[in-house]
């Protein structure tokens, strides 16, 4: 048993050393690999998300101020909403791209397909919420003119 345990020992520690490549070194304008390939679309998905959360903030800002100039009627404010409608739209987008990566379900292609597919509904959903933004702030442009 110990002679077993030295030989593994043993092995392992003449056994070459396996580069692994940072995440960082992708080359994204040529990958050249599917871990490439998948290392660049978790990265176009992150930038994606860090944009729409960039929106989110100022949306979320702009929500609770319309909140404040308008009258309750006991319906869901502004903010209210636009939460439920976010939370709901997460969950949409993970089963959604779920569903899209099991088109290479267990291969190395499905981390791409998931990622691509949430880098493509981020990317509308960062458009939707600047409409929404924009219709919010023109909107309450409005309302504080008329008063």
Known sequence: MIALSLATALATALAPQVAIPARE??????????????????QDYARADAELNRVWRELRIVAKCADEHTRADGRPGHWASLLEAQRAWLGYRDA????????????????????????????????????????QVSGEAKAGAEK
């Open 25 to 42: 070194a992708a080359d994204c304008a040529e990958p050249l690999t599917q871990a490439a390939m998948n290392i660049c679309a978790v």
């Open 96 to 135: 959604h791209c779920r569903l899209v990566g099991y088109d290479a379900r267990g291969g190395s292609l499905e981390p791409m397909l998931v990622s691509g597919c949430k880098t493509e509904l981020t990317r509308a959903r960062t458009q939707r919420m600047r409409e929404l933004l924009t219709n």
